[in-house]
């Protein structure tokens, strides 16, 4: 069963034909994770990846969460209302001077910056898509090898033919993984939202 890490080492061995390859299959689980959330098509975006964190700040730039993949919203609190702060570009972000609530957000490097300084300090509820831990021989799983573990088999056979200059075989297995991430995110997509509804028109066809 392909749920571990140590599961996956053997199956790319088996799969690839190559037992050579052992001391490189790090190298290679660590691409292919790269290549999950950065890759140029469709990136990894589950409901498992979700995360909600609160915190309470009076700062205009705040760090961004740990392992954070993409922002879904910020919500502030203000006098038991919840008020949605709205992004912007960072070129487009309308900064204000002076203090008071914040209203529009945008994110440079590692950092959130909000368009005015907090007048107060204010409850922030962020969510975001985090990144689960890497697999390593000490974090043997996590939520997508739980969930999609061809997204990492193919993933990995995709950097082991592309480092032996195997084009064919790497072609084969980048189109793989291209087709678990977009079905995993399909899936996700109607698990959160469910089928689109069809219209049924009853009565005699003209």
């Known amino acids: 069963m392909l749920d571990t890490y140590d599961n996956l080492v053997d199956s790319v061995v088996r799969w690839s034909h190559r037992k050579d390859i ?111 831990c890497a697999l390593t021989e000490t974090n043997q799983t996590n939520s997508v090898l739980a969930g999609y573990p061809n997204i990492y088999l193919y993933g990995v056979l995709h950097q082991v033919f592309l480092w032996s200059e195997d084009t064919e075989e790497s072609v084969k297995y980048a189109l793989k993984f291209q087709d678990a991430i977009k079905g995993a995110n399909k899936a996700d997509k109607k698990a959160r939202y469910g089928t689109a509804p069809t219209m049924r028109i009853e009565g005699a066809t003209p």
């Open 22 to 132: 052992l001391l490189m299959i790090p190298d290679f689980i660590m691409l292919a994770e790269y290549e999950m959330y950065n890759n140029a098509q469709t990136q990894l975006m589950t409901r498992e990846m979700e995360t909600i964190e609160v915190l309470t700040t009076s700062e205009k730039l705040i760090d961004l969460p740990c392992n954070f993949e993409k922002m879904r919203s910020i919500t502030l609190v203000s006098g038991g209302n919840s008020l949605t702060i709205k992004y912007q570009a960072p070129e487009e972000l309308l900064r204000r001077s002076g203090s008071g609530r914040p209203e529009f957000y945008t994110i440079i490097g590692n950092q959130i910056e909000f368009n005015r300084v907090p007048d107060d300090y204010y409850d922030l509820s962020i969510t975001f898509y985090k990144k689960p």
